[in-house]
């Protein structure tokens, strides 16, 4: 396997520009995107803190603002609006979750929100109790995104019991396709971003075994292109945040090695913006926060040097993970 | 009595240039001073300049007393100014004098032309919408702008007019003809750009019509201090702080319908709008083909946005709960017309997730396992032969359709109720699209999953994949399709001749598909 170094042809990673890129995101008030992006506004906090944690600048957000944010976003029922005022939904819940994971913020969450089991309630409540799978919120949409958050969220608050959990399995069983990758629902296209969603959803079940490996880890290998970067469906374009959704979920089931990884690496640095920082889908486009965060988490994920170790079913800091799952 | 030059009230004379006005009065007043000290000075430049004359003119000898102080003063003007200062109190009785000597103090009072009114010092004139003094408009400008204050407080007038009559007609049961509306309309229009012309102010649309008086909007409670710079934002976050307002008290009516449209047009991606507007759509009992009709061309418009997909999907639940689950035929025209329109969305974006997951799920829902159907993925295929999606569409048509398939037999096996017929057809459609793009994935992938279906084996398309390559590992190898080779590589396997699948496996990974070499290397050593 090649060994990942930073004195490739590539230009190295600007960590200082990634880091400071995120940190005036917020500040950012009186651009029109800033509002037009109100509804993703806690799952951009996410994406946020998660960079600089990858980035190894895990303290550069304040952590009492960070806590204050996410908790005013919290309704009664236990769930989590994208931002005050906005309804609860379960993708924004799971951001919390994670959010207040990697402040170390579950006893604030008791002590100042509305508490750890009425989140679980409010999620579990989610499952449809028919098919095992879960709905994004009262509306009953239903797509393996929900059920990978319900299961994310839950494990990491020691609620999983809350939930039919052998339900949830064999429904994303029920989404596996005949290419040996998963879709969004029973009989929807295989797309890398739902494998990554189911698979990370059996590895937290402790399920890999209901996984044809081989079979998916074909598919998902043969998402890398020439030039190095990954696609997330057959004869599409590269994009770096399928350097996560792709790369995870070949570690999950340990089958990163089947692909060219210094390709990746030089494919995903010459996606940044050295100077003002940030990471864009492809070499030369507008960067933004989520590309920011899945580039650096695919970087850690590859072994670049001077980045956090990342947990590939959560997209968290390992050590984070290990710390709360007690592992 | 002070007059300050702000002092007017405008109901009156209210198109009446107010900077005339003051000159008028003040000229009344001091007549005697004007035509003394006002011609020692330079004439006034700006209006501050101006109200700093006059300030002067009417307060006599102030200049001087700045200049040297009181005991600088002659006796003469130590008089004037001290008989200057007394005016008010002695009218207002506050000094008592004797009779007597009230009618001397008067007497002299007059004599010497004092002014019985007079300026104060360093008038503020405020600031306009650009943050600048006004004091130092010059004449015309602040003509102007007097002008349109005068406008505004006249229009004000009539809107409150109209408020009042309103709140009559409401009160017998009763509503304005629409003609007073129209007016009003056009009232707070003219309203809104005075307002943005004097003080910078920008009231959005909704603030402007009447239809949303009784709606107290709820301002974001984030800065806001950034959003007056872009008005297309102001509009937005106006709209926004009206849909809260509404959304709060759980308002359901044709008016709350136009505004989640209205917010949608500015940001469809606003989660939570289009949740509740089906949820007016649903209280309201509107027609469903109605609202699909509207949404197509939202749709259209906003390729990438998912929320609208929900959104049908939630309109065919309740249509088809409420309608065709009982009406076989209508849930058939419905079907015909949404895949219609899905077809024309696919035209644009023929990859796009959402539509292609909505059009499983319409499928599954209302039972259309159609031919129609599968001729048009057929075409759309026929088009790109490397779209995927399209590929994977087929495949759900083919395995899924109850008439001919196991309830619930998993994707990936082996289904012993779809015939051989149309095994054999998907198998050699599959071939007729390799053929004529050997190298393209998605082909590939869907002839290994008829197969698992079929439960036949990779050797019974063994002579096909073969025509891909030939003189595999000599000087003039060929390889036309890399994933022909990962197949026989299988093939040989299976059938126990290992160099041979060796050699399509070395010649993978060092030529056809070096990026993917680790993957080979494992294909390898698994043979052994």
Redesign the interface.
Known sequence: ?AQATADTKSPGLATDAHVKYVLTLDTK??E?DY??????RLNGAYWGLCALHFLSHPEALPRKETIDFVLSCQHDNGGFG?A????A?ILSTVSAVQILAMVDGFEELDARGKGKAVVGKFIADLQNPDSGSFYG?E???EDTRFLYAALNALSLLGLLSLVDVDKAVSHV??C?????GY???P?????SAQIFTCVAALAIAGRLDLV?QE?L???L??R???G?GLNG????KEDVCYSWWVLSSLQIID?V????RQ?LIDFILGCQDPEKGGFSDRPGDMVDVWHTCFGSAGLSLLGYPGMEPVDPRYCMPKKIVARILGE | MVCAERDFTLTKRTLMSVASLHATAIRQLTPALLSSTATTDAPPVTVGERSKQRYYQTNPVERRFEEVGFPGLTPAEKKTYTHSRLILPVANRQVSLSNKTDREYWKQVTKEGLPCRRLKNNYSWGTDKHGRDVGTYRFEELKKRSLSQAKLTALTVLHRQFLLKREAARSKGAELPQEDIDQEKKRRQEMAALKRELYGEIPGPLGNDPEWDDVIP?PQ???QD??A??A??DD??EAVSYL?AVMASEEYSPRCLRLTEHVIAM?P????VW?YR?KIVSALKLSITDEIQWLNDVALNHLKNYQIW?HR??LL?HHFANTLSSDAEAAKQFAKSETDFISKILAKDT?N?HV??YR??LI?KLNYWSPFELATTQSMIEDDL????AW??R??IV??DPSHSTKGS???EYDPKVPGAILDREIAYAEEKIKLAPQ???SW??L???L??GGRGLDTVGDFASQFFSNLGAEDEEVTSSHALDLMSEVYHKQGEIEKAKLCLVELSEKWD??????WK?RLSELK
Request: proline share 4%; net charge negative.
């Open positions: 396997m008030t009186d029109l509002w037009m992006t109100e509804h993703l994208a005050p005022g906005h309804d939904h919120d509306w009953g949409e069983v029920s596996a396709n005949f290419d040996g879709g969004a629902k009989g929807a296209e295989s797309h044809d079979k880890g074909r598919w290998s043969e890398q292109l020439p190095g469906r057959p004869e599409k089958r090695h089947w692909i060219d390709a | 709820i409670e984030e800065p950034a959003l710079r872009i297309y934002t937005y976050a809260r940001n991606g606003h989660y939570t949740l089906f929900h999907q939630l639940d990859k997730y292609w997951s499983q799920y599954t490397r779209n995927n999606s994977s569409h495949f759900f395995f899924s998993a994707a990936t393209n994935q998605s992938l869907y290994r999953g008829v698992a279906k070096p990026v993917r070499e680790g993957y494992y």
